[in-house]
């Protein structure tokens, strides 16, 4: 059975719940059982007629548009009303004694016949768009059937391609050489051109390619947007160039960020790329904030607006970067390669046609990979061709917002050809802000939880997994990948995509989204709410929520101010709850979220939330609980363990989960959190319930330490599994981890890391991924071998040692000083030793590597290696070891020539300029704490 969906509303989920309501299970009155009888009988014929509606959506009249609108309104409403009454009535026990039995008909009398009054208006609804419906004569053989469409999940393949077909060497070689000459002072390089053009995608490039040189102490890059939010805007600036400033950054001004991004600055080579600017006021709030210094500072700007541009420039006579369409070739070379995997396996005859459809694409990036990617989908026949052809418009005229009005037909038409749950999963995305990077794991849930994702095929995150891929490779959303080729976390949408959805989700009353624009009127029935912006702006706004927010499907606030929106209570049909980034959120805001029984997915973001009420035990239709940016919340309530339909649950590192009842969470499949109110009887619970479902997992050491301490096979199903250091940091790496025979990824934090470790790790069969921080080496050398880590292929090793010196007790109870001087660390890959690693990143400190650390490391054996990083940790190091550690570096780089490698240092501001300043540090370092050891000892004394 299929899900919610933008063509055919809640009619599909309704009509199983319908089914399910006339099952023994519900002990209804006769009239009630006739009633929703005939409403099944009816709406399974209504289904029939919505779905080919929205198979020919581009070809309805008015009429079938408005008898289709009524219809998929009418199932919400159907389904809203019988979701109330299932979880007032109860199922009650197969069996009930005669007592328990008349009892609960006395108690739920006044719910059965509250049910009946509200199922006869519903039928009498029913009956009148039956009737309209004959009046109409939707003629089936007008209403034909499409085609079904195969997913295609090679997302990240497709990606690559597209991504170094635009094109962009020639641009991108220009403007690093406009923006590397010698001047010294500050240059701004504005960047122009119609959208779709690919100017973000150059701008990116660009970054990426000067930012990984290591010439610039401080980088960021930003997005500014139609709507400019400053605070956000210089927030996330803070957070790139100084992530210390911006943790204490929360509740400053404007005026308070500005100085400390331009203090932060002063003195400093920076490289900012601020993307998207339309405004010519918002470029003067946006540079006030860098300062005019003279150390060779860069910053792209780019914009639609020629106007903008101009103003961008740093010095008047210089002239903004224009972006000029892809010439004939280069639209070829990207048009067949995305069809075709190759630039030239174009059929003959599709040669004639291939060329008026790129034509029309008018050299636009945006529009050619659109087109392509629909044409990719079809068959390779010349007719099918012309078709798609001659449904795009003509002619080259710009709309207001410099767009060409061709690209619009290209992403309208590329929509109308979509299914429908991918034209439901899409329009969804109209709920999110612009530029707005989109974590991909938090909308699939969203997506689950809407009921969008049917299991007609895998498990549903699987689904929903085919479902993004499919709409990337559709080219209507794009992945954000992360550095040197890292797996896809995030994505985003183009402007102009998000300008259509938005404007198809009014047309549909899908979802209704306050940013900013102007909007005096409101549908009479919201089904889903997005609030980007306070509120303020938008006439009637509380009443029209107030008044309608019983049908209210789903709530999602992204405004970090206190926005107008009334009590979370009565929202009776709330699915989805997102509050992330509302750090005004208060216990209040949260008291009667139990009264919202149709929950399924819950989010909360807020540092000023201490406890959540216990009737959240009342969500019983919850799979996902969200609350690791609530940072003040000590505890969980105990009802949590109530939830016995919850599949995800994350809790910041600092609240307690209640382990008694743990067990119970049968369907649990993804963990995070930090403590446990009793980490004994939680170990005990999850080892003895054997919690087979469980795929990830993400703890504190002190917690990891009692799950795996022996070998155990209660995870068969744990595939990603994340141990940080929590109250305490692990001490080794637990033996009974050898029992994780499926395990793909495995991050960990671990104080001690001996070759008894390392072969713990290696007898894992399934690893792929492995993050290692290590504190101290036991022993000198670690030799990886070729008897495991066979499926190896991201490594990721961190050697922090601790400070030099540290305090010990002594047996009379008093402290003493001892030097903390770890093992010189040497890490080894014998010869056929992970055959699969594709990266490895290291991340060491000079002070503790030996001088030939790469040339020992064995790089040459790693003949698969395609990418290696090398971070130094300048922190309190001495300038001549980080600069040995470098030239052994180049020794390995010759070891391994086809690789691409990056080197770069860390923390240079704090290096020091010679062993001699180092020498010195240290021996200050032992002073300070020998005085600390001092005083201590006398307090420890005086107190005895």
């Given at each position: 059975?299929?899900?919610?969906?933008?063509?055919?509303?809640?009619?599909?989920?309704?009509?199983?719940?319908?089914?399910?309501?006339?099952?023994?299970?519900?002990?209804?009155?006769?009239?009630?059982?006739?009633?929703?009888?005939?409403?099944?009988?009816?709406?399974?014929?209504?289904?029939?007629?919505?779905?080919?509606?929205?198979?020919?959506?581009?070809?309805?009249?008015?009429?079938?548009?408005?008898?289709?609108?009524?219809?998929?309104?009418?199932?919400?409403?159907?389904?809203?009303?019988?979701?109330?009454?299932?979880?007032?009535?109860?199922?009650?026990?197969?069996?009930?004694?005669?007592?328990?039995?008349?009892?609960?008909?006395?108690?739920?009398?006044?719910?059965?016949?509250?049910?009946?009054?509200?199922?006869?208006?519903?039928?009498?609804?029913?009956?009148?768009?039956?009737?309209?419906?004959?009046?109409?004569?939707?003629?089936?053989?007008?209403?034909?059937?499409?085609?079904?469409?195969?997913?295609?999940?090679?997302?990240?393949?497709?990606?690559?391609?597209?991504?170094?077909?635009?094109?962009?060497?020639?641009?991108?070689?220009?403007?690093?050489?406009?923006?590397?000459?010698?001047?010294?002072?500050?240059?701004?390089?504005?960047?122009?051109?119609?959208?779709?053009?690919?100017?973000?995608?150059?701008?990116?490039?660009?970054?990426?390619?000067?930012?990984?040189?290591?010439?610039?102490?401080?980088?960021?890059?930003?997005?500014?947007?139609?709507?400019?939010?400053?605070?956000?805007?210089?927030?996330?600036?803070?957070?790139?160039?100084?992530?210390?400033?911006?943790?204490?950054?929360?509740?400053?001004?404007?005026?308070?960020?500005?100085?400390?991004?331009?203090?932060?600055?002063?003195?400093?080579?920076?490289?900012?790329?601020?993307?998207?600017?339309?405004?010519?006021?918002?470029?003067?709030?946006?540079?006030?904030?860098?300062?005019?210094?003279?150390?060779?500072?860069?910053?792209?700007?780019?914009?639609?607006?020629?106007?903008?541009?101009?103003?961008?420039?740093?010095?008047?006579?210089?002239?903004?970067?224009?972006?000029?369409?892809?010439?004939?070739?280069?639209?070829?070379?990207?048009?067949?390669?995305?069809?075709?995997?190759?630039?030239?396996?174009?059929?003959?005859?599709?040669?004639?046609?291939?060329?008026?459809?790129?034509?029309?694409?008018?050299?636009?990036?945006?529009?050619?990979?659109?087109?392509?990617?629909?044409?990719?989908?079809?068959?390779?026949?010349?007719?099918?061709?012309?078709?798609?052809?001659?449904?795009?418009?003509?002619?080259?005229?710009?709309?207001?917002?410099?767009?060409?009005?061709?690209?619009?037909?290209?992403?309208?038409?590329?929509?109308?050809?979509?299914?429908?749950?991918?034209?439901?999963?899409?329009?969804?995305?109209?709920?999110?802000?612009?530029?707005?990077?989109?974590?991909?794991?938090?909308?699939?849930?969203?997506?689950?939880?809407?009921?969008?994702?049917?299991?007609?095929?895998?498990?549903?995150?699987?689904?929903?997994?085919?479902?993004?891929?499919?709409?990337?490779?559709?080219?209507?959303?794009?992945?954000?990948?992360?550095?040197?080729?890292?797996?896809?976390?995030?994505?985003?949408?183009?402007?102009?995509?998000?300008?259509?959805?938005?404007?198809?989700?009014?047309?549909?009353?899908?979802?209704?989204?306050?940013?900013?624009?102007?909007?005096?009127?409101?549908?009479?029935?919201?089904?889903?709410?997005?609030?980007?912006?306070?509120?303020?702006?938008?006439?009637?706004?509380?009443?029209?929520?107030?008044?309608?927010?019983?049908?209210?499907?789903?709530?999602?606030?992204?405004?970090?101010?206190?926005?107008?929106?009334?009590?979370?209570?009565?929202?009776?049909?709330?699915?989805?709850?997102?509050?992330?980034?509302?750090?005004?959120?208060?216990?209040?805001?949260?008291?009667?979220?139990?009264?919202?029984?149709?929950?399924?997915?819950?989010r909360i973001w807020g540092s000023k939330i201490t406890e959540l009420p216990g009737e959240i035990g009342k969500l019983q239709h919850l799979e996902t609980l969200d609350l690791r940016e609530c940072w003040s919340l000590v505890r969980l309530p105990s009802t949590v363990v109530q939830l016995r339909k919850l599949v995800r649950l994350f809790v910041s590192y600092t609240a307690q989960l209640p382990a008694s009842g743990f067990r119970s969470l049968q369907a649990l499949e993804e963990l995070s959190f930090g403590e446990t109110d009793d980490p004994v009887r939680f170990a005990e619970e999850v080892n003895e319930s054997g919690k087979c479902n469980l795929r990830y997992l993400g703890t504190g050491g002190d917690i990891a330490e009692r799950l795996f301490c022996k070998p155990c096979y209660a995870y068969p199903c744990l595939q990603v599994l994340k141990i940080q250091s929590g109250r305490s940091l692990m001490e080794m790496v637990p033996r009974g981890m050898a029992s994780l025979k499926n395990l793909v990824k495995l991050c960990m934090e671990v104080k001690k890391f001996d070759m008894e470790g390392l072969q713990v790790?290696?007898?894992?069969?399934?690893?792929?991924?492995?993050?290692?921080?290590?504190?101290?080496?036991?022993?000198?050398?670690?030799?990886?071998?070729?008897?495991?880590?066979?499926?190896?292929?991201?490594?990721?090793?961190?050697?922090?040692?601790?400070?030099?010196?540290?305090?010990?007790?002594?047996?009379?109870?008093?402290?003493?000083?001892?030097e903390n001087k770890p093992d010189v660390v040497r890490l080894t890959f014998a010869p056929g030793a992970v055959p699969a690693l594709r990266r490895l990143r290291l991340y060491l400190n000079p002070m503790e590597m030996a001088s030939d650390f790469f040339v020992d490391l064995g790089v040459q054996h790693l003949s698969g290696l395609a990418q290696l990083e090398f971070k130094i940790n300048c922190n309190r190091a001495a300038r001549g070891r980080v600069e040995a550690l470098e030239s052994s570096v180049e020794k390995a780089i010759n070891l391994h020539p086809n690789c691409e490698i990056h080197v770069r240092r860390v923390a240079e501001a704090r290096m020091?300029?010679?062993?001699?300043?180092?020498?010195?540090?240290?021996?200050?370092?032992?002073?300070?704490?020998?005085?600390?050891?001092?005083?201590?000892?006398?307090?420890?004394?005086?107190?005895?």
């Amino acid at each position: 059975m299929a899900g919610v969906s933008v063509g055919m509303g809640a009619m599909n989920p309704l009509l199983g719940k319908l089914t399910a309501l006339l099952s023994d299970e519900y002990n209804l009155l006769k009239s009630v059982r006739k009633e929703i009888q005939f409403l099944e009988r009816e709406l399974s014929g209504m289904r029939v007629w919505l779905e080919r509606l929205a198979d020919v959506e581009e070809k309805l009249d008015g009429p079938a548009k408005g008898w289709r609108d009524r219809v998929r309104d009418l199932s919400y409403d159907i389904e809203d009303c019988i979701d109330r009454f299932m979880d007032r009535l109860g199922s009650g026990d197969a069996k009930p004694k005669f007592m328990k039995r008349t009892a609960r008909r006395l108690k739920t009398l006044w719910v059965r016949h509250d049910i009946a009054t509200q199922i006869k208006e519903l039928k009498a609804r029913v009956m009148e768009e039956s009737e309209r419906r004959d009046r109409y004569k939707l003629d089936e053989s007008y209403y034909s059937a499409t085609r079904v469409v195969e997913i295609d999940t090679r997302m990240a393949a497709i990606h690559e391609e597209v991504k170094g077909l635009v094109a962009m060497d020639g641009p991108m070689k220009h403007i690093i050489a406009l923006l590397m000459d010698e001047s010294k002072e500050l240059k701004v390089l504005p960047i122009v051109g119609s959208g779709g053009l690919g100017k973000t995608t150059l701008a990116m490039e660009v970054y990426r390619k000067i930012g990984s040189g290591g010439d610039f102490q401080c980088q960021a890059c930003v997005s500014v947007s139609r709507t400019l939010d400053l605070m956000k805007l210089l927030k996330d600036i803070l957070s790139q160039i100084n992530k210390d400033a911006y943790k204490e950054c929360q509740s400053w001004e404007k005026e308070q960020l500005i100085r400390e991004i331009k203090q932060i600055l002063t003195g400093k080579r920076y490289f900012i790329v601020i993307d998207d600017v339309w405004k010519e006021q918002d470029w003067k709030l946006v540079k006030a904030a860098f300062p005019e210094n003279n150390n060779g500072s860069r910053v792209i700007a780019t914009t639609r607006i020629t106007g903008v541009a101009n103003l961008c420039c740093s010095v008047s006579d210089e002239q903004p970067y224009q972006m000029a369409p892809l010439d004939d070739v280069d639209s070829r070379r990207l048009f067949f390669k995305r069809i075709f995997y190759s630039n030239d396996s174009c059929p003959s005859e599709l040669e004639e046609v291939s060329t008026r459809i790129l034509q029309k694409c008018g050299g636009l990036p945006l529009a050619i990979i659109t087109f392509a990617s629909l044409l990719a989908s079809k068959t390779h026949n010349k007719d099918e061709w012309e078709r798609l052809q001659d449904s795009i418009g003509t002619g080259s005229s710009f709309d207001n917002d410099g767009n060409l009005k061709r690209m619009k037909d290209i992403l309208l038409h590329s929509y109308l050809d979509l299914p429908h749950h991918l034209k439901t999963c899409l329009l969804y995305l109209c709920i999110y802000p612009e530029d707005w990077m989109i974590g991909i794991k938090l909308l699939k849930c969203k997506w689950i939880a809407e009921g969008f994702i049917a299991t007609q095929w895998g498990s549903l995150d699987q689904v929903a997994q085919n479902c993004f891929n499919e709409l990337v490779n559709r080219n209507m959303i794009q992945p954000v990948y992360g550095n040197y080729g890292s797996s896809v976390k995030y994505c985003r949408v183009h402007d102009m995509v998000l300008d259509l959805i938005i404007s198809l989700s009014d047309e549909e009353n899908f979802a209704t989204v306050l940013n900013g624009r102007i909007c005096n009127s409101f549908p009479n029935k919201i089904r889903r709410l997005s609030m980007q912006s306070s509120g303020k702006e938008h006439k009637g706004a509380v009443q029209a929520i107030t008044e309608t927010k019983i049908h209210i499907r789903s709530l999602t606030l992204f405004e970090p101010n206190k926005p107008i929106v009334p009590h979370l209570v009565d929202f009776h049909a709330l699915r989805v709850l997102d509050l992330g980034r509302c750090d005004w959120l208060e216990n209040k805001h949260v008291k009667h979220i139990g009264s919202s029984r149709q929950l399924r997915y819950l989010r909360i973001w807020g540092s000023k939330i201490t406890e959540l009420p216990g009737e959240i035990g009342k969500l019983q239709h919850l799979e996902t609980l969200d609350l690791r940016e609530c940072w003040s919340l000590v505890r969980l309530p105990s009802t949590v363990v109530q939830l016995r339909k919850l599949v995800r649950l994350f809790v910041s590192y600092t609240a307690q989960l209640p382990a008694s009842g743990f067990r119970s969470l049968q369907a649990l499949e993804e963990l995070s959190f930090g403590e446990t109110d009793d980490p004994v009887r939680f170990a005990e619970e999850v080892n003895e319930s054997g919690k087979c479902n469980l795929r990830y997992l993400g703890t504190g050491g002190d917690i990891a330490e009692r799950l795996f301490c022996k070998p155990c096979y209660a995870y068969p199903c744990l595939q990603v599994l994340k141990i940080q250091s929590g109250r305490s940091l692990m001490e080794m790496v637990p033996r009974g981890m050898a029992s994780l025979k499926n395990l793909v990824k495995l991050c960990m934090e671990v104080k001690k890391f001996d070759m008894e470790g390392l072969q713990v790790l290696m007898g894992m069969p399934s690893l792929a991924n492995l993050h290692l921080w290590v504190i101290q080496v036991i022993k000198e050398k670690l030799t990886v071998g070729s008897n495991g880590l066979k499926l190896l292929k991201a490594f990721h090793f961190q050697y922090m040692p601790s400070s030099h010196f540290v305090s010990e007790q002594t047996a009379s109870g008093g402290l003493r000083i001892s030097e903390n001087k770890p093992d010189v660390v040497r890490l080894t890959f014998a010869p056929g030793a992970v055959p699969a690693l594709r990266r490895l990143r290291l991340y060491l400190n000079p002070m503790e590597m030996a001088s030939d650390f790469f040339v020992d490391l064995g790089v040459q054996h790693l003949s698969g290696l395609a990418q290696l990083e090398f971070k130094i940790n300048c922190n309190r190091a001495a300038r001549g070891r980080v600069e040995a550690l470098e030239s052994s570096v180049e020794k390995a780089i010759n070891l391994h020539p086809n690789c691409e490698i990056h080197v770069r240092r860390v923390a240079e501001a704090r290096m020091f300029k010679d062993e001699k300043e180092w020498q010195e540090a240290v021996s200050m370092e032992r002073k300070e704490l020998e005085g600390f050891i001092g005083r201590e000892n006398e307090r420890r004394a005086s107190k005895n």
